[in-house]
Nanobody, 125 residues
Framework: QVQVVESGGGLVQAGGSLRLSCTAS????????MGWFRQAPGKEREGVSG????????YYEDSVKGRFTISRDNAKNTVYLQMNSLKPEDTAMYYC??????????????????WGQGTQVTVSS
């Protein structure tokens, strides 16, 4: 049984930092591209960042470029999202996702095979 579990969310002041972690089990982690999505109240879920199977390529949505960094440790089956210079508009539920397909046009994880349950990030002004 595949499990994808996020952690690291919380409440932080604007300008602060958080590091999200996501650990996947029950799958061959190396075979999956990983990504982070977020969904704010009343808004659609959007892709934030993605990383290829062995980290050879990464992708960032424009609003987080230069502030967020995605990385992965395949030995630990874990992907991270380091979030710096957080803004109130970053407030959302953040979801980890695993997918076998990487798309080179737009957000790279179009077909998600597995989702985590989400971790809440709240940035106060």
């Amino acid at each position: 049984q595949v499990q994808v579990v996020e952690s690291g969310g919380g409440l932080v002041q604007a300008g602060g930092s958080l590091r999200l972690s996501c650990t996947a089990s029950g799958l061959r982690f190396d075979d999956y591209a990983m990504g982070w999505f977020r969904q704010a109240p009343g808004k659609e879920r959007e892709g934030v960042s993605g990383i290829m199977w062995r980290g050879a390529s990464t992708y960032y949505e424009d609003s987080v470029k230069g502030r967020f960094t995605i990385s992965r440790d395949n030995a630990k089956n874990t992907v991270y999202l380091q979030m710096n210079s957080l803004k109130p508009e970053d407030t959302a539920m953040y979801y980890c996702a695993a997918g076998v397909t990487w798309t080179w046009s737009g957000f790279p994880l179009r077909d998600v095979n597995y989702w985590g349950q989400g971790t809440q990030v709240t940035v106060s002004s």
